[in-house]
């Protein structure tokens, strides 16, 4: 007679992020984008909650509940990044796991939830089984995964080259936020293939952040002045009722002296960062009251220090 074997829950919260600015800088033979960016991870955030216990069939079994399971399991990135790390851990593969995503997190908005959700399963899985997996090698799983997993694998606000994988964080980087989802998405693939997209944008060379970064204004004046979303352009372009709802937006919010106004990744979400709470408040009541924005969705939240 065999015994049930003992259940363990895991869970933590899954962040999103905005992207300060990003810039192409080139294109690799196997078609992937070289970029530059600053990514930060915010305040708003999935739950995300594994429910592991071993077994003696030889097998992964994973199932899911929650947010998630309207995705085909083939394409959800928390079943995938299950997969790569039981792959990499050699623990041989007699579990079974159970994936609960809760998406506050919109989707299709640049704000990095699949990726940061794939992220954490890689996280948890990787504390509970004590750590197996060298840094590299995970991170190296997760960038198969998706571009932006690596940075989500750390918690710091970061200066991100290469195509996702050349991290290095940056300390200091504050604000608060509205972030505005408008109803509509913007697909990744054709705006990245747009002939329109920017691919020689000029190197920003992570020594100007040194001084710039001792006070955050500095540090978002100077993003404002010198720095852009590529793909923003690309987006307003391609889908005029995103570049209406950006110019509602920034007028919503420009009375209240934000220190930057941007769309975040490919979109389609748009967010502004401000100095002090009062400011944002004062924002997120004007998009509130904005007749043209009742149909998408704002969110408050701040850049996670």
Sequence with gaps: MHTAQPTTTLSALSPGKINLFLHITGRRADGYHLL??????????????????????GQLNIEREGDLVHLPA??????RACKAFYAQAGLGQSHAVRIQVKKNIPEQAGLGGGSSNAA??????????????????LAEAGLQLGADVPFFLQNNSAFVEGIGEIITPISGVSGHL????????????????????TRNSSDVKIAVFDSARRMNSELMAFLKANTQNALQ??????????????GVFESCVARFNPQLIRMSGSGSAMFAVFASPSQLSSAVAAVADAPELKAGKWFECKIMA
């Design 120 to 137: 954490t399963v890689l996280r948890l899985l990787q504390h509970h089984h004590g750590n197996p997996v060298s840094d590299e090698k």
């Design 74 to 79: 083939e394409t959800d990135l928390t079943v």
């Design 36 to 57: 530059q960016s600053i990514f930060c991870p915010i305040t708003l955030a999935d739950e995300v909650s594994l429910s592991l216990r071993p077994t003696e069939n």
């Design 233 to 246: 352009a690309v987006v307003s372009s391609n889908i005029p009722d995103w570049e209406h709802q950006f």
């Design 178 to 197: 509205i972030v505005y989802k408008p109803p509509l998405s913007c697909p990744t693939p054709k705006i990245f293939s747009d002939p329109q997209l």
